[in-house]
């Protein structure tokens, strides 16, 4: 397994334009999982900023997705001849990010990565993506991006978080793992796409939060499965099956219903729709699903309101979460008691916390 080490406190600016740090970003609303769960008792958060933008914060540690601050009436180019108009806006903007130690990014597409976030993110901070869009990263020359990861489907790495090298045993870690994606159905469109490369590949992701005491030992405390822009194809079907007996606590569906060249001549749709949005719910049969990247751009042409109806008419209302820009999800990252910090020594520091 591939392994990366962060260290939280030599993180650095997020942008070349950055001049401080900027604090977390305030939420509108915060939810929480389960929904009767105190606040307090969660030690996770995931805020979201847009299209498939999200900040995850879990032990020090943030990871920002899918990077897009564009604006409304902003344009994002698509592909040959395929373009797309944002409309909304970002919860927050570019210069307003906090501190950010790595980046997910599931695949080279503008309204994952776009011209702004790619000429002012530091050089140097990690990103972790396909095999496609780390020779795009680091072929810009002087501009290249000098700590790009890449994971083919099913591939893992391991990224140790560097901490105050305290009393734990077992120190925080999260495993990230390249989960199967289509953008393209598959079919003669998909053959002439690999020749044309008009819509680059694309990864899902397994990401793992939980304790590990030594290179190869890991134990999972909070399973999220992010799926990328993919249709739902039959290889999605090996992921329940890799992780059988594997719960799975969270999901983050990119729907939408993205349809190429665009709403004027609907042709083509490459992100899943209300209905295969509630299939991948059902294969994937996570404890609950938090919907993005369904409203951002013109070419989306499966509204969310769609998918609520379609989640409400299959039964599944109660296994869904969602978030409004600007709303933040917290949870609880599991932590077992060998993990060095039992339940009653976290109790103890959580009463000398609040005694302060
Ligand atoms: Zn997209």
Redesign the pocket.
């Known amino acids: 397994m591939k392994h990366l080490t962060i260290d939280p406190s030599t993180s650095g600016l997020p942008t070349k334009d950055h001049v401080a740090t900027k604090p977390f970003p305030e939420a509108k609303t915060t939810k929480v999982h389960p929904s009767n769960a105190k606040e307090e008792d969660t030690n996770a958060t995931l805020y979201f900023i847009g ?2 933008t999200t900040i995850l914060e879990w032990e020090g540690i943030r990871i920002l997705t ?1 990077p897009n601050f564009l604006h409304a009436g902003d344009h994002v180019h ?1 592909g040959p001849g395929v373009s797309g108009t944002r409309q909304t806006n970002p919860a927050i903007d570019l210069e307003e990010l906090p501190r950010i130690d790595a980046v997910l990014l599931s ?1 080279y ?1 503008e ?2 990565f776009d011209r702004l976030v790619e000429d002012k993110l530091r050089r140097e901070l990690p990103i972790i993506t396909t095999p496609h869009a780390k020779s795009c990263l680091e072929g810009k020359g002087k501009e290249s991006f000098t700590a790009v990861h890449a994971l083919d489907f099913f591939e893992s790495l391991q990224v140790d978080v560097k901490d105050d090298g305290g009393v734990k045993q077992k120190k925080p870690s999260i495993k990230i793992t390249g989960m199967p994606g289509k953008h393209v159905p598959p079919g003669p469109l998909s053959i002439a796409n690999d020749i044309l490369k008009a819509v680059p590949p694309t990864n899902g992701w397994m990401i793992e939060l939980g304790y590990a005491d030594g290179p190869e030992q890991f134990e999972d405390g909070y399973r999220i499965y992010i799926s990328g ?1 993919t249709l739902m194809v039959d290889e999605l079907k090996e992921i329940p099956e890799r992780y059988k007996g594997q719960n799975i606590d969270l999901m983050l569906i ?1 729907l ?1 219903g ?1 349809t190429i060249p665009g709403p004027s001549m609907p042709l083509l749709m490459v ?1 899943m729709d209300a209905k295969q949005g509630v299939q991948l719910m059902q294969l994937i049969n996570p404890d609950l699903t938090i919907p993005i ?1 369904y409203d951002d ?1 013109d070419v989306f042409m499966s509204p969310l309101s769609d998918f609520k109806k379609a989640v409400l008419e299959a039964g599944l209302s109660d296994k869904v979460v969602y978030l409004d820009r600007k709303d933040q999800f917290k949870f609880n990252v599991r932590q077992s008691s060998g993990s060095g910090m039992g339940s009653e020594s976290l109790l103890a520091e959580k009463l000398a916390t609040q005694a302060v």
Request: proline share 0%; hydrophobic share 15%; aromatic share 6%.
């Open positions: 299209t498939a899918d698509l695949h597409h309204d994952h822009d990119h939408g993205t992100t990247h751009y």
